[in-house]
């Protein structure tokens, strides 16, 4: 079964600084999609950032950026210059099952940001 | 574009009572998700429709919870009877697939006492 793996849960830091953010998974599969989300005390999840396994560059959304290893199977996200509101919940995600349609969350790691 | 949209935010009842769930997702988004959402945990799926059908429903619990999709549209998920171990977040997502991801609802948060 393909699983998620983040072996933080729990992570600060303090405003302004970089925090990387881990995530693990295994898969058979060569070709996929990986994606980090962000869920807040509104619980709404929202998505952070995505990687397509075929394409060797790191996914970067501003201050978002990801460093994928494919062989390693390892997918982390960095945040640079955190800020207040960048506290949540993180979830790293895997689609998988018939059509890659649905997504297989890890167990999530919790950010706060110190002011 | 319009978000997924749920009701209720939330809902709180006894133990062996009833409750459902609404979900409407993004206009032409044929995949349909709910997953539930323990306290400290990442969420898990219950069940996936394609359009009206159902494409995986592996860790649906059967004996208590059902779920319908009318005219691939709107979606419920009903308890029936609840157990304290179903209180938990409840989100509904939609998608059109692959790249794109998901786009999540704000969920109902179950409380059972």
């Known amino acids: 079964a393909q699983t998620v793996t983040q072996s933080q849960p729990e992570m600060s830091v303090q405003e302004a600084e970089t925090v990387t953010l881990s995530c693990t998974y295994d898969t058979s599969e060569s070709d996929y999609y990986l994606f980090w989300y962000k869920q807040p005390p509104s619980r709404q999840m929202i998505l952070v950032i995505r990687q397509e396994a075929y394409k060797q560059q790191n996914a970067t959304e501003n201050r978002f950026s990801v460093n994928f290893q494919k062989a390693a199977k390892s997918f982390s996200l960095k945040i640079s210059d955190s800020q207040l509101g960048d506290a949540a919940m993180y979830f790293c995600?895997?689609?998988?099952?018939?059509?890659?349609?649905?997504?297989?969350f890890g167990q999530g790691t919790r950010l706060t940001i110190n002011p | 574009e319009a978000g997924v949209a749920q009701s209720p935010r939330y809902k709180i009842i006894e133990k062996r009572q009833s409750v459902a769930f609404w979900c409407n997702p993004i206009s032409g988004h044929a995949t349909l998700y709910w997953y539930q959402q323990i306290l400290g945990q990442g969420p898990k799926l219950l069940i996936q429709?394609?359009?009206?059908?159902?494409?995986?429903d592996s860790q649906l619990p059967k004996d208590r919870f059902s779920a319908e999709r009318l005219k691939g549209v709107d979606s419920t998920l009903k308890i029936q009877p609840a157990k304290l171990e179903d209180s938990a977040v409840y989100l509904c997502?939609?998608?059109?697939?692959?790249?794109?991801?998901?786009?999540f609802g704000s969920g109902t948060r179950l409380t059972v006492v």
């Open positions: 995600a895997y689609p998988t099952g018939q059509g890659a349609q649905k997504l297989v």
């Open positions: 429709f394609q359009n009206n059908g159902v494409v995986d």
């Open positions: 997502a939609s998608s059109r697939g692959g790249y794109y991801g998901y786009t």
